[in-house]
């Protein structure tokens, strides 16, 4: 007897990290070999390049700097494609350990079943098959903020609002869509703690000390978050704008059959937007079975545990967050809810980042698992007093409705165990692509690499699988590639310019007899053509007067581009002309050198100054530089009006204080001063990110100090209490 706190602790703080490790390895199973995983979203190269997003340069990476970071220096010491599968082990790992310590029953068949079921349920499933592993390392990580956050509604201080603030923080760093529907769950959870006691005069200290707590874990969320909140608001490309009514038809929930009922997909954790995946529905007969169970069990704990006076509040917001994230997981797929969904799509910006409706499920998940470990738990105390009869046959009908309800949630995932049922497998880049990598690598000069096809996402023939274009995180050199998705009525929403130039001359490939000259401004020196889904459609490349084919292999084709190219050049000539139709015309024609003047697109709208004088000379000189940093450049004195930076075109680039404007609509142009002096040419943008990783390191630091300081401070007052 003496021995059983030991077995219980035993219990509770070993047993869990075990089981949780094997349900990790048998979801992933065969994918732990060597070899990446490559799946729609979820791309990984050879090496972590960090410099481009660091500086701001590209803009699809926000709070998931540091953990690139992370990965980077792991990179050093193991290979990339192993960093992968611990950060794929991780997030199954913590996804059902947190979701283990999130639930208040103290039972421990309990607590399995809440982490088995948030581990293992087809939103995963189907979040895990298209990439989307930023998004499920928040996931994985949710319990435990929202453990935090019930702590601050039921105990605010300090101390709560800090750890908080800090788990908020984390899952912002990988998502902020799961960000946004955590601070929700957790304000609704903090409602229901703050309501009851509006309105008492006994009860405005408490009510005092939860705004005040609440107010500093905001605080703290934004002060850590800054780094990515700040650029994520004022970025020039604010992609947010470019969705719109398509995107909600698009991506909103779908049900499961065709002529099914949407909220019926979403209640059984179903629902994506995306087709042609294995379901459970095609494995089992009942597949509807484990579902409606979670349902009963979460139904059963809400009705047993709402009026409890420990977590009876918390009880009641777990109840709303599931019929909330029900209804607005649907999204524009209800008729019933689409109004509102679509209201709120376009009042509140940042709900635009919702179009993936979806998502929202994983709060009902969140809710079935709480709810659904009360609930089983509840369900054995009913059958318990049956049980102190010593009945064999209930004993064994009882181990047997615990032994079902913790196996339902591996029922239900069928398609997830044994490496996703082998609809995924570890794969490392062919050889091919690794010779194509080291013949550019032998290239001197800085240069841009265009990648073709031009699909955002491609099917590739070792893969087997649709994902996103993978040559810029495998080549080193840098890689323009398409941002398409080609969804539906979606083509191209991306608000580059450089996307849709691209895109406009391989529309007009049958006018192109020199596709070279119309590259060169981007200072793109080569061609690299897979041989993948329609590349025969890219025939024309082969007829081109200034393209020739330097290398080729049974995957991939190497064109150099025979005119010239320069990151950065002069030239004193300004031709406006009326857009890109103009320019493909004058240059079949072979009337226009498209690095011998400065093009604006009309004379009214150009920033530029003529020149003075008569024009000195035509054509164009490339300018010396000194890379000081990927946004700062020192280049030689300009002998000409105009220099041009072949960078896409962003008018945060200035030289020695003067904006850009677009030369093509499509690259950088300045009006120079022709002096001896070294011009700077430096990206404004650079400024706000550091602010924003000032901000964010300072409180960090901040924050650790503080928290050391008090932790400190309270060793030495228990110490005295204890002597």
Not at 110 to 124: E, S, W
Not at 187 to 200: C, D, S
Not at 509 to 530: E, M, S, V
Request: proline residues 6%; positive net charge; glycine residues 8%.
């Amino acid at each position: 007897m003496a021995y059983r706190p030991n077995i219980h602790h035993f219990l509770n703080n070993i047993h869990p990290p075990i089981v949780y490790t094997l349900v990790s390895l048998i979801v992933l199973g065969p994918l732990l070999q060597p070899g990446f995983i490559l799946t729609l979203d979820m791309v990984f190269g050879p090496g972590v390049k960090l410099a481009d997003w660091f500086y701001g340069l590209q803009t699809d990476i926000w709070g998931e700097l540091p953990a690139w970071g992370v990965m980077a220096l792991m990179n050093a010491l193991i290979p990339m494609w192993l960093v992968q599968k611990l950060l794929l082990f991780a997030i199954l790992f913590v996804a059902g350990h947190s979701a283990h310590k999130l639930s208040p029953t103290q039972h421990i068949p309990g607590k399995y079943f809440c982490g088995l079921l948030y581990v293992l349920n087809p939103f995963v499933y189907v979040r895990f098959m298209a990439g989307q592993w930023q998004f499920l390392a928040g996931y994985a990580i949710a319990p435990l903020a929202i453990k935090a956050m019930i702590s601050l509604a039921q105990h605010p201080g300090r101390k709560e609002a800090a750890i908080s603030a800090v788990m908020l923080s984390l899952i912002g760093l990988f998502s902020p869509h799961m960000m946004v529907m955590i601070l929700a769950a957790g304000i609704v959870i903090l409602l229901f703690h703050v309501i009851p006691k509006v309105g008492h005069r006994e009860e405005r200290p408490a009510l005092s000390a939860t705004v005040k707590s609440f107010a500093l874990f905001i605080a703290i969320s934004s002060i850590l978050s800054f780094y990515w909140l700040l650029p994520a608001f004022t970025s020039k490309a604010a992609f947010l704008y470019q969705i719109g009514k398509a995107d909600l038809e698009v991506f909103s929930a779908k049900p499961l059959l065709s002529g099914g009922n949407v909220f019926l997909a979403l209640a059984t954790l179903h629902g994506f937007w995306r087709g042609g995946y294995q379901y459970i529905i095609q494995l089992l007969p009942l597949w509807y079975l484990p579902s409606l169970l979670f349902i009963f069990l979460a139904v059963h704990g809400f009705l047993a545990k709402y009026q409890d006076e420990k977590i009876g509040n918390v009880v009641k917001a777990m109840g709303v967050i599931g019929i909330l994230s029900l209804l607005f997981a649907s999204g524009a797929s209800s008729p019933y809810f689409s109004p509102v969904y679509e209201f709120l799509f376009n009042k509140v910006f940042f709900l635009r980042a919702f179009r993936d409706s979806q998502k929202l499920v994983a709060l009902l998940v969140l809710a079935y698992s709480y709810l659904g470990s009360l609930g089983m738990i509840e369900l054995y105390k009913q059958l318990s007093p049956k049980l102190k009869q010593r009945e064999l046959k209930l004993r064994i009908a009882s181990i047997g409705l615990l032994a079902i309800v913790l196996a339902s949630p591996f029922i239900y995932s069928l398609n997830m165990l044994g490496g996703f049922k082998s609809q995924l497998k570890s794969v490392d880049y062919p050889a091919e692509w690794q010779e194509v990598n080291i013949f550019l690598n032998q290239q001197s000069g800085d240069y841009t690499v265009l990648f073709l096809p031009w699909h955002g996402f491609i099917s590739i023939s070792w893969l087997d699988q649709r994902v996103s274009t993978p040559a810029r995180w495998f080549f080193d050199k840098p890689v323009l590639q398409s941002q398409s998705l080609e969804i539906g009525p979606i083509d191209n929403e991306s608000p580059e310019p450089v996307q849709h130039y691209i895109g406009f001359l391989i529309k007009n490939k049958d006018r192109l007899t020199n596709l070279g000259r119309l590259l060169a401004p981007l200072n793109i020196k080569y061609i690299i053509l897979a041989k993948e889904v329609d590349y025969k459609e890219y025939d024309f490349l082969f007829k081109q007067r200034d393209l020739k084919v330097v290398m080729e292999n049974s995957r991939l084709t190497v064109l150099e581009n025979l005119y010239p190219v320069a990151l950065f050049y002069t030239t004193d000539r300004l031709q406006p002309i009326t857009g890109w139709d103009q320019l493909l015309e004058a240059s079949a024609k072979q009337e226009i050198d498209t690095l011998g003047a400065v093009f604006p697109f009309s004379e009214r709208e150009s920033i530029f100054k003529p020149a003075d004088g008569i024009e000195s000379e035509t054509g164009f000189n490339s300018v010396k530089y000194k890379k000081l940093s990927p946004v700062r450049y020192e280049l030689e004195p300009a002998a000409r009006k105009y220099v041009v930076a072949s960078m896409p075109f962003d008018p945060a680039w200035e030289l020695d204080g003067v904006g850009s404007g677009a030369n093509l609509g499509i690259t950088n142009g300045f009006t120079t001063e022709r002096t001896k002096q070294p011009g700077l040419l430096y990206h404004t943008g650079y400024g706000i990110l550091l602010l924003g990783y000032f901000t964010s390191g300072t409180g960090l630091v901040a924050f650790i100090l503080l928290w050391y300081l008090w932790s400190r401070k309270l060793r030495r007052t228990t110490d005295k209490v204890s002597f």
